[in-house]
């Protein structure tokens, strides 16, 4: 399920509280009271045999005897009673339970489910401190205190977390939209309130508190819909071990590797903080300050050390000063006393009049190069902070998006700081502060381009000589699953890398015998590497299995003999079926990296990134991502490494040869997808110079559960295998899911059409668009959405977008909104019929119910399109001039209205 009838819970006309109560100390007595004592202007019905009123007000034995259906129900009775109730109410036609009983078993949540199920009533609970919607006064929880209204929306797992964070932010006169503790989340979860808040106007910003997530891709998606539309700012426990296994034993949930859901909360699009303070000071920049794009900081003050102390916090936190040019600084020059600091931090010294604030903020404002402007004042005798703040705020061009705010000190500059909250600039208590939120704004546009990303499984543009050989990778793993076995030797990984055109260094396997392999090592040519071979070592060096350098037979000899006593010695279990020799590959200027993949419990299969050698646990320097990856995300991967600045060059190092390392990661990426049996690989150390790489040595780990593959992505990779192309009037026509990087074709599109055809698809006439409209058009979530577009060369052999057709299913897949438009001059072609068969086919594959639509009644070619491909009317039908259309995608009853 996902938003059906969460109306009902939210936003109750009525609500009947199962368990009521007189005592004041009870679950069932404090909601009550919150319910009729509250501002809920809704009836309030009182359910408990013991009782016939309470507090004036009729109670009733049982939920039949109530005198009216409600709406919504909040369940405070014994885990025994709970199924039993929620079929009682389901059968009475409530829509939503919010049930707060503790201790039930798996059993009994599971009875819960199947009596809400036939009805869809929903389900908030169980184990949950209920929920507050402050907007129509609904407190539905056992919390000592109120929510106030406000445009922040708060989701938790955790109850304790709620009733504090809702006295923390009663005495910051913080207020929400909606205030929700999820707890065991049997139905309404993480992904449900995602998808509820994405789209509720009252609600300018999502906070989450999370612990554990149990339905990844539902997550994943319902993130990156709703991170599109408004801020989602995330607290994510269990950073530490210790951390991670008490959320896990909170929750009765198993908590993913904390690396993993860092990089699946910036996939998402999504931003994470580390307190409850931060997450109220992201909500505040990201809600004023988000426009911004600035990559670096000014910083204006009329005091040294706050200068100082914010030039400090942006040290800390990687937060770049912007570099002031010759022609800005010469105008600051002209602007202020010679004793000013002529640099960034730009301080106009302690006795500064109103003016010499104007001036040096709009030579800043008018140097695009200065970045973000952080204004720090310190209050003096000289000047009012109010008359400089009303000042600051006129100045021409320094806008919001601009600016932010530091006004120093308590109720001597409050006025200031409320001129500046009306003129919309962010406002910050310290100059640590505003930096950090600086950063978090600059860590959330990251996250925002990762989220546009939409890469395919399968990599595009292959050179002939680049394309992968899966059929021999899964031969291999084929015959070595066969064997019994999951360790794939040496020789084996290297050969799957070379399947995959990642460079290996040649190897050759010998016997256990120290003569044969000093011969080997001969033919090979000195220096060589001498490695142990055998099923059952799998970590080569620690148990002394690698010899390095060797640079002549009695050395490798020698290397050999030693090896095998030392092994037999430490693993005399182990099989040893004899050695690898390789030539020593020497690299000028070579760094040591690790590329590899795990199937995380949560996240399903993910990729690694990170400094290698024999010392990589110890270094930690790493990144993980989710496939599949593009080269704007293996770039955005490598990024976050510590490595990736030696990568960059130093002194007579030259930089690394990025392309290449972005070559393995992305073949590493449909490694993953095209083979479901890889469990582990890792390449340690993946060597890399200014030339290429080579992988030196690799370990991989098989499965016959087949734990990845793409259909175990937590992201929908670009599905390519829909793309097909045509022969229509004479032209070649790529028909395909539409791409981010269809941007430009489609703001030419766009162009190419007459006002009549647009006004007659959307209802208005506007052939431009805005820049985050166009986005959203074209960076589309493939799990809950579909946009096919015909592409085809144009008269100067530049490619064109001739039409589209896309359609939005609801997020339970049961009805699709859909539209369709082509090239004003390729009307009546027969384009539209063709890309509505596609996706008409497309969608009834996706198992979606019913494809709708609003037409304008003047729009006769759209009707007639519509009933050749087998649509009805409506059976409830708009107002005014337009027509609801329907077509049954799967078999229905007659003339059934599944969403009316």
């Known amino acids: ?68 259906k409600p709406e919504m129900a909040v369940i405070c009775t014994p885990p025994a009673t709970v199924a039993g109730l929620i079929a009682e109410l389901a059968a009475a036609g409530t829509r939503a339970a919010v049930v707060l009983t503790a201790g039930m078993s798996a059993g009994q949540k599971q009875d819960m489910l199947d009596a809400a199920r036939p009805q869809l009533l929903r389900l908030l609970g169980p184990n949950c401190i209920g929920l507050l919607a402050p907007h129509i006064g609904l407190n539905a929880s056992f919390s000592h205190i109120d929510a106030q209204p406000g445009e922040l929306a708060f989701v938790s797992q955790s109850g304790a977390l709620v009733t504090a964070m809702l006295d923390w932010a009663d005495a910051q006169r913080i207020g929400f939209s909606h205030f929700v503790s999820l707890g065991e989340h049997a139905d309404v979860d993480f992904g449900d309130m995602l998808d509820y808040l994405a789209t509720d106007p009252r609600t300018r910003a999502i906070l989450l508190y999370v612990e554990s997530i149990e339905a990844p891709r539902k997550f994943m998606s319902a993130a990156r819909s709703a991170a599109r539309n408004k801020p989602v700012i995330v607290i994510k426990s269990g950073r530490s071990a210790q951390g991670q296994r008490a959320a ?384 704007p995300l293996a770039r955005a991967m490598i990024s976050r490494t510590r490595v990736s600045r030696l990568l960059k060059g130093w002194r007579d190092t030259p930089p690394a040869n990025m392309d290449a390392i972005h070559q393995v990661l992305m073949a590493i990426s449909q490694l993953l997808a095209d083979v479901p049996e890889l469990a582990e690989l890792d390449i340690n150390p993946l060597l890399v110079n200014h030339q290429g790489v080579m992988a030196l040595d690799a370990r991989i780990r098989v499965s016959a559960q087949a734990p990845g593959g793409a259909s175990h992505f937590a992201i929908r990779p670009y599905p390519d295998e829909l793309a097909e192309t045509i022969e229509w009037n004479g032209r070649t026509v790529r028909l395909r899911p539409i791409r981010p990087e269809d941007e430009e074709r489609h703001i030419e599109f766009l162009s190419h059409l007459d006002m009549e055809d647009i006004r007659m698809r959307v209802f208005y006439s506007r052939r431009t668009m805005e820049r985050s409209e166009l986005a959203r058009l074209t960076q589309i979530d493939y799990t809950r959405e579909m946009a096919f577009v015909a592409v085809a060369p144009g008269p100067d052999g530049v490619l064109q977008t001739l039409g589209v057709a896309r359609a939005m299913t609801d997020p339970d897949n049961i009805s699709a909104e859909f539209g369709v438009i082509v090239r004003s001059e390729l009307k009546g072609s027969g384009l539209g019929k063709i890309l509505m068969d596609k996706l008409v086919n497309y969608l009834r594959a996706n198992g979606t119910r019913q494809l709708v639509a609003t037409v304008l009644r003047e729009n006769r070619r759209m009707l007639a399109l519509s009933r050749s491909l087998g649509f009805r009317d409506a059976l409830v039908q708009p107002e005014h001039d337009t027509l609801a259309i329907v077509l049954d995608l799967q078999p229905v009853a007659a003339g059934n209205d599944l969403m009316a």
């Open 248 to 631: 896990a034993s909170h929750t009765g949930a198993l908590a993913g590797s904390d690396a993993v859901y860092e990089a699946a909360i910036a996939r998402a699009g999504m931003l994470r903080v580390n307190s409850l303070q931060e997450l109220f000071l992201a909500a505040e920049t990201l809600a004023r300050f988000r426009s911004n794009r600035s990559e670096t900081l000014t910083v204006l003050t009329n005091g040294g050390g706050a200068g100082v102390m914010a030039a400090d916090a942006a040290a800390q936190v990687n937060v770049t000063l912007s570099e002031l040019g010759a022609p800005t600084l010469a105008k600051l020059d002209a602007a202020l006393p010679a004793n000013w600091s002529h640099g960034n931090p730009v301080d106009i010294i302690g006795d500064a009049p109103v003016q010499r604030y104007v001036d040096a903020l709009q030579v800043l404002c008018d140097d695009p190069a200065t970045g973000a402007v952080l204004f720090i004042h310190a209050p003096t005798a000289i000047v009012p902070s109010a008359d400089i703040a009303r000042a600051v705020a006129a100045v021409p061009h320094s806008t919001a998006a601009r600016l932010m705010g530091c006004w120093l000190g308590g109720h001597g500059v409050d006025e200031a700081r409320q001129i500046f909250k009306d003129a919309g600039v962010a406002d910050y208590p310290t100059p640590e502060e505003a930096v950090k939120a600086f950063s978090m704004l600059l860590a959330y546009h990251r996250n925002q381009a990762e989220l546009i990303e939409a890469p395919p499984a399968q990599l595009p543009g292959h050179q002939p000589e680049a394309v992968p050989d899966t059929a021999a990778v899964r031969e291999l793993v084929r015959k070595v699953l066969a064997s019994g076995r999951e360790m794939l030797t040496e020789p084996e990984a290297k050969a799957v890398l070379d399947a995959c055109r990642i460079p290996v260094a040649a190897t050759r396997i010998v016997d256990a015998d120290p003569v044969r392999a000093a011969a080997v090592a001969a033919g090979i040519g000195f220096p060589v590497v001498l490695k142990i071979l055998s099923h059952d070592i799998s970590h080569k060096s620690d148990v002394g299995g690698v010899a390095l350098g060797l640079d002549n037979p009695q050395a490798v000899h020698e290397a050999a003999e030693a090896m095998l006593a030392r092994v037999r010695r430490q693993l005399p279990q182990a099989r040893i079926d004899g050695f690898t020799v390789q030539a020593m590959v020497r690299m000028d200027h070579a760094q040591e990296l690790i590329v590899g993949t795990t199937i995380d419990r949560v996240f399903g299969p993910v990729i690694l990134f990170g400094q290698g050698g024999t010392a990589v646990e110890v270094l930690a320097d790493r990144a993980v991502a989710l496939p599949p990856l593009s080269v």
């Open 1 to 68: 399920m996902s938003v059906r009838n969460l109306d009902s819970l939210f936003d109750p006309a009525s609500v009947a509280v199962i368990g009521a109560s007189e005592r004041p100390a009870s679950v069932g007595g404090t909601v009550w009271r919150n319910l009729t004592q509250g501002r809920f202007k809704g009836p309030v019905f009182a359910v408990n045999p013991k009782y016939t009123e309470l507090g004036g007000r009729p109670c009733f034995a049982r939920v039949a005897d109530l005198p009216a």
